[in-house]
Nanobody, 127 residues
Framework: QVQLVESGGGLVQAGGSLRLSCAAS????????MGWFRQAPGKEREFVST????????YSADSVKGRFTISRDNAKNTVDLQMNSLKPEDTAVYYC????????????????????WGQGTQVTVSS
């Protein structure tokens, strides 16, 4: 089992920044590819960003490219999402997710590739 706990959400004005963090426990962190997803009210959960087990490969949704950066610290068992130039449409509950069994370089992009999920943290961007 893998436990994931997100932190860092909150209320911010458009154009501002937030940094989300996800702490993992229960399994060797370097064996997990990690990702961030989000779900806005009335919408389906959508992919945001992912990082490979090694941390060398990342991939982000077009909607956040150039604004959001994912990173991981395998020594601290954490994965972060730095969010800059936030927009009202970024408002959502953000979920951290972990994927087992991937290659060292692989970046999983689909929700069904992830076996473990955090409880989510609310991000609200006001206009």
């Amino acid at each position: 089992q893998v436990q994931l706990v997100e932190s860092g959400g909150g209320l911010v004005q458009a154009g501002g920044s937030l940094r989300l963090s996800c702490a993992a426990s229960g399994r060797t962190f370097s064996g997990l590819a990690m990702g961030w997803f989000r779900q806005a009210p009335g919408k389906e959960r959508e992919f945001v960003s992912t990082i490979s087990r090694s941390g060398r490969n990342t991939y982000s949704a077009d909607s956040v490219k150039g604004r959001f950066t994912i990173s991981r610290d395998n020594a601290k068992n954490t994965v972060d999402l730095q969010m800059n130039s936030l927009k009202p449409e970024d408002t959502a509950v953000y979920y951290c997710a972990a994927a087992l069994g991937s290659e060292l370089w692989y970046v999983p992009k689909f929700h069904y590739e992830y076996q473990y999920w955090g409880q989510g943290t609310q991000v609200t961007v006001s206009s």
